[in-house]
């Protein structure tokens, strides 16, 4: 098992939005993916900080999603 940790500074009133767009567009893609097992979100009580931590099978998997998800972004830009 291997834990993926992000931590995102949101903007103020923001994290019902965060949160809906997390659980509609990110976390179906994250399921597709190759040893995905499980994400875990907790904000802070200012709802600005956010910790995500993803659950992958191991650490090969994660970072295959990682590079995948930069490279993705780079294009985008």
């Not at 965060?18 to 995905?36: A, I």
């Not at 910790?51 to 490279?71: F, G, M, P, Q, V």
């Not at 993705?72 to 830009?77: D, E, N, S, V």
Request: charge should be positive.
């Amino acid at each position: 098992m291997f834990a993926r940790n992000v931590s995102i500074h949101l903007k103020p009133n923001t994290l019902s939005d965060y949160t809906r767009t997390f659980e509609n567009d990110v976390l179906p893609l994250l399921r597709k993916q190759n040893g995905f097992k499980d994400e875990i979100t907790f904000a802070g009580a200012g709802g600005v900080d956010v910790t995500a931590i993803s659950l992958w099978e191991n650490k090969t998997d994660a970072e295959a999603y990682n590079t995948h998800r930069l490279s993705t972004r780079a294009r985008c830009r």
